[in-house]
């Protein structure tokens, strides 16, 4: 699955963004994705995934009852609402299939990422 991440952008804290990820690929479809970030200087995270369904959804604590990700099979497309953003929030964020934890630091295969800057 190829991807391109768009939405991001500098919102003050306490503030609202919609991050889209776009894919292409008939497997999207069959596919449980994820999205992560990476701020400066650290490594990249888990943040959300999303069953391939769309009828189960992960949040990493850090995000939980302020991210919510969602997807549209007939789109091929995957969103993150993200609201009562914190100065913590600011980084690149990424969508890919779901990974396993201990494969982030060197999986290679990303789209360009979209960044998120959190003023406070």
């Known amino acids: 699955v190829q991807v391109v991440e768009s939405g991001g952008g500098l919102v003050q804290a306490g503030g609202s963004l919609r991050l889209t990820c776009i894919a292409n690929?008939?497997?999207?479809?069959?596919?449980?994705m994820a999205w992560y970030r990476q701020a400066p200087g650290k490594q990249r995270e888990f943040v959300a995934s999303?069953?391939?369904?769309?009828?189960?959804?992960m949040n990493a604590d850090s995000v939980k009852g302020r991210f919510t990700v969602s997807r549209d099979n007939t789109k091929n497309t995957m969103w993150l609402q993200m609201d009562n953003l914190e100065p913590d929030d600011a980084a690149v964020y990424y969508c890919?299939?779901?990974?396993?934890?201990?494969?982030?630091?060197?999986?290679?295969?990303w789209g360009p990422g979209t960044q998120v800057t959190v003023s406070s």
């Open positions: 890919n299939v779901v990974l396993p934890q201990s494969l982030l630091p060197t999986y290679e295969s």
């Open positions: 999303i069953t391939t369904g769309g009828a189960a959804t």
């Open positions: 690929g008939r497997s999207f479809s069959r596919t449980p």
